[in-house]
């Protein structure tokens, strides 16, 4: 066992800003594992989310199901990159209890990608069906109207990325 503290691995970023290229770098590091939020959503639920309320669902019950063994495996010193989108407060406020139950260490990635980028390699996702679920312009622009930067009083440990590749 290494003498240091396993890091869950937050990613805040607007969809297809690179989150889950990030997270695949970042799980190849030795003692790391990804969990996709998407992945598990498309398998659990499939064909069931049509909106973004569907989202909020079936994202919440997912968040329910996973976290204690998100904890666990924290806990038992493998480092989690967790592919879910840190974009609210309410979301990163679960995040830090994942953390926090298992004393581990954080890494909040903020990825600060313009929306003209995204939209560009959200545009070349959905036509190569290269993705999960297909976004829309107009899903993408109210989503990304739900999400709000992290604040230094969140008291997150921030690495910024000025974009990736994805």
Known sequence: MPDRKPTLHLLCGKIASG????????AALPGHLSVS?????????????RSVSDYVRCSGRLREAVGPHLVDLLRQGVSVVLDFPANTVATRQWMRSLFEQADAAHQL?????PDE?????????????AHDFSVSEAEFDLITSHCAAPSP??????????GVAG
């Not at 989150?19 to 970042?26: G, N, Q, Y």
């Not at 990635?109 to 990608?113: A, G």
């Not at 980028?117 to 069906?129: G, H, P, S, T």
Request: hydrophobic share 45%; net charge negative.
């Open 37 to 49: 939020e998407d992945s598990w959503l498309a398998r659990l639920y499939p064909g069931d989310i």
């Open 19 to 26: 989150k889950s290229t990030l997270a695949a770098e970042l």
């Open 109 to 113: 990635h903020v990825l600060d990608v």
């Open 153 to 162: 009083d969140e008291g997150f440990n921030i690495i910024r990325h000025g």
């Open 117 to 129: 980028v995204c939209k560009a390699r959200l545009q070349i996702r959905n036509a190569a069906c």
